[in-house]
């Protein structure tokens, strides 16, 4: 080889010496698992997370979702499964929808649990731990093509459930992911209970909030929203006394999340402050529905003696002896006569029941019924 050449070889193999040195040492830094982490930043950037401060957790869901909140319920579906823009739960199609709700309850897990069986057939049920509370997973079919799964938990007095709908099955890892990824937080209103109310004055006070919170709740119906002042919905005037308590100090009220909630709160015998909002009291129970009608029926009984006799009887039996009643109405529970005891040498009167819900449900002879 001609001498010549010796010198440009050797530089050429010293170059390419370092640059196979630097690639090595280039590649050996790189990040080994830069390729197996993209796969995960993808599958998180799918979820988006919610937060309702008003019952009090967080849950994730899919990030093009929508979410439609009404107080304490929560409906979270796709876009295709939007029927009408003035929607309802049933105006969903069957594209998945995950519905949340949060209700204020005293009874137990179990007897939620067992109450929700009598409107939907469960299966595959299972305890588990949802953040810390028990709960309850289950399964079931509402129609031969649309599957239900569900959870149920308790946690401060309010039953929180969470389900979802779909045609798929594999829908179902939406709400697997929902449930890992549920939290409560410390932001729930929660609302005072009715063993709170140990005078006579605190019952009727009791009775008179669980009346106005029907009006509300009358009004939200309504107009979508509830009012911004108390008044507003109790335009007629026979019902206007309801604004006061039996002190006739009034009520104080205010409309929260721009009417989605309100709070409404007096003030008890003991200077502890009694409140409720929105869905603080549990309504709807067909036992109650009847007590209330017994009680309205037998007020109504009550005022016709009045009006004959100038004073309310002494007790029920006069009212059945003096035909104004066949029968004496009793409770659906109990079997057993309603509370009455006249006053102000008969020339009022009070009727009570007790309602599912812990309150014992007063009607004077000097207030308006409902």
Do not use: C
Request: charge should be negative; aromatic fraction near 12%.
């Amino acid at each position: 080889m001609r001498k010549g050449l010796i010198l440009p070889i050797i530089l050429i193999v010293v170059v390419l010496g370092i640059v196979a040195i630097g690639s090595y040492v280039y590649f050996k830094m790189l990040p080994r698992n830069s390729t197996e982490q993209k796969p995960i930043k993808a599958e998180n950037s799918k979820w988006e997370t919610f937060v309702n401060n008003t019952s009090g957790y967080s849950v994730e869901y899919p990030k093009d979702w929508v979410v439609n909140k009404q107080g304490r319920k929560v409906f979270i579906h796709s876009e295709k499964s939007l029927v009408e823009e003035d929607w309802e739960a049933e105006d969903l199609s069957w594209e998945p929808a995950l519905e949340i709700s949060a209700e204020w309850s005293l009874k137990t897990l179990n007897e939620i649990h067992a109450e929700s069986k009598t409107a939907l057939e469960f299966s595959d049920e299972q305890y588990i731990t949802l953040d810390g509370e028990q709960a309850i997973v289950f399964s079931a079919k509402t129609e031969d093509i649309v599957n239900t799964w569900g959870v149920l938990t308790k946690h401060n007095n309010f039953a929180y459930a969470m389900s979802l709908m779909s045609s798929r099955e594999q829908d179902k890892e939406i709400l697997d992911h929902a449930i890992a990824s549920f939290k409560f937080l410390s932001t729930a209103r929660v609302s005072s209970t009715p063993d709170m109310l140990k005078t006579k004055i605190d019952k009727y006070k009791g009775t008179d909030i669980y009346r106005l919170t029907k009006h509300l709740r009358s009004f939200y119906r309504e107009n979508n929203k509830f009012p911004y002042t108390l008044i507003e919905a109790i335009q007629d005037t026979k019902y206007q006394k309801l604004l006061t308590d039996p002190n006739n100090k009034a009520y104080q009220y205010q409309q929260l999340d721009n009417g989605e909630d309100f709070q409404l709160q007096t003030t008890l015998a003991n200077g502890t402050t009694y409140v409720l909002y929105s869905d603080s009291l549990a309504f709807g129970s067909a036992k109650d529905a009847y007590r209330e009608n017994d009680l309205g029926a037998i007020s109504t009984e009550l005022k016709g003696y009045y009006m004959v006799h100038k004073k309310y009887p002494g007790n029920f039996d006069e009212l059945v002896s003096m035909g104004y009643m066949k029968d004496m109405p009793k409770d659906p529970e109990t079997d057993k006569p309603y509370w009455y005891m006249p006053l102000d040498n008969n020339q009022n009167y009070e009727l009570s029941a007790t309602l599912e819900n812990g309150i014992e449900y007063y009607i004077r002879g000097d207030q308006e019924w409902p």
